[in-house]
């Protein structure tokens, strides 16, 4: 299994790059979010990797984090979603997009990737919803989902105390750090997620309360 490669990018393609890595050229297959935002050609560039390995095919798939490649891998789990769904909807959404959308339980966000159907994007929604909340605790560095996240970006509360992780304080703290991640301001999260306490006790509830009152229209 390749996990990741480091190399110096010889070619873009419209869905496609060549990476060089010490001579042996790999043909990564990649959204196109992922294409725009990889640096010019002949420079050097990391991509992790997801290896897609069948009877009569073997194809590499490319990513800027690890949480975009969890997310495709989540995806590709979806009855009717293969790996190339999967890169129309993060190329669409992104990997905090994907989140926000699927958290939501917003089937029309998913829906505006090409090619998705109606049907399929409720699908991934509905099978999804509970995997958000952890993905979008994740470091968009690579950081495991699993393991308490860190106050790197000065948004979130400390990690609370394991005997304490049951209660509505480190829920609120993980949603804060799920919020940070995404992008959100300190003082926008924290209000949300402090009103959000009402109707919600858990860190998935809090989170999707919060993002309703943090959506574009309730601001």
Same mark, same amino acid.
């Given at each position: ?14 869905d ?14 990649? *959204? ?44 590709? *789990? ?28 917003? &089937? ?42 860190s ?18 304080a ?6 804060? *750090?799920?919020? *940070? ?18 109707e919600?006790?858990?860190? &998935?509830?809090?989170?999707r ?11």
């Amino acid at each position: 299994m390749i996990g990741r490669l480091t190399g110096r990018l010889d070619w873009k393609g419209t869905d496609q790059v060549l990476l060089d890595v010490n001579g042996v050229g790999y043909v990564v297959y990649c *959204s196109d979010r992922t294409i725009a935002a990889l640096p010019p050609v002949k420079t050097p560039v990391a991509l992790w990797t997801e290896m897609l390995v069948r009877e009569d095919l073997l194809q590499l798939f490319g990513f800027m984090t690890v949480q975009e490649r969890e997310w495709h891998r989540l995806l590709t *789990s979806v009855q009717g979603i293969g790996a190339k769904g999967s890169l129309a909807i993060l190329g669409a959404l992104g990997p905090d997009g994907v989140a926000r959308a699927i958290a939501l339980g917003d &089937a029309n966000a998913v829906k505006a990737a090409p090619g998705v159907g109606p049907k399929i994007a409720q699908r991934v929604v509905l099978e999804l919803k509970g995997k958000a909340p952890a993905m979008m605790m994740m470091d968009a560095e690579g950081a495991d989902p699993l393991i308490e996240p860190s106050d790197t970006k000065g948004a979130a509360a400390p990690t609370p105390a394991p005997a304490a992780r049951d209660g509505l304080a480190a829920a609120q703290a993980e949603a804060l *750090s799920a919020l *940070s991640n995404l992008g959100y301001a300190p003082t926008d999260a924290a209000r949300a997620v402090a009103e959000a306490a009402g109707e919600a006790q858990d860190t &998935a509830g809090l989170i999707r309360a919060a993002l309703k009152r943090l959506a574009p229209g309730d601001r």
